[in-house]
């Protein structure tokens, strides 16, 4: 069982940055594979990024290519997201996920706990 707990969201003008973080229970974190996905209002959540369990693996959607990256401590039990060039259309609410598993995914069903999520807004 792990338990996801998002922070870091917020209001930032176009072009900013943020880092979000997500911290996990338990002592297994490093046999996960982690992913951030976002779910933007009134649209479905969508995959954003992912990393294998070691860190050594990543994969990110197109239209964040570039821009985001994300990273994890395995010795802190936390996942992040780093966020720059940041749009308006990247405002929605992010959450990361843990997947039993220690090859990254994209597919939200590939992923067996949930945090709760943090609000991005960007503005323009």
């Known amino acids: 069982q792990v338990h996801l707990v998002e922070s870091g969201g917020g209001v930032v003008q176009a072009g900013g940055s943020l880092r979000l973080s997500c911290a996990a229970s338990g002592r297994t974190f490093g046999n996960y594979a982690m992913g951030w996905f976002r779910q933007a209002p009134g649209k479905d959540r969508t995959f954003v990024a992912g990393i294998s369990f070691s860190g050594g693996s990543t994969t990110y959607e197109d239209s964040v290519k570039g821009r985001f990256t994300i990273s994890r401590d395995n010795a802190k039990n936390s996942l992040y997201l780093q966020m720059s060039s940041l749009k308006p259309d990247d405002t929605a609410v992010y959450y990361c996920?843990?997947?039993?598993?220690?090859?990254?995914?994209?597919?939200?069903?590939?992923?067996?706990?949930w945090g709760q999520g943090t609000q991005v807004t960007v503005s323009s």
């Open positions: 996920a843990a997947r039993r598993l220690v090859n990254r995914s994209s597919r939200e069903s590939d992923y067996d706990y």
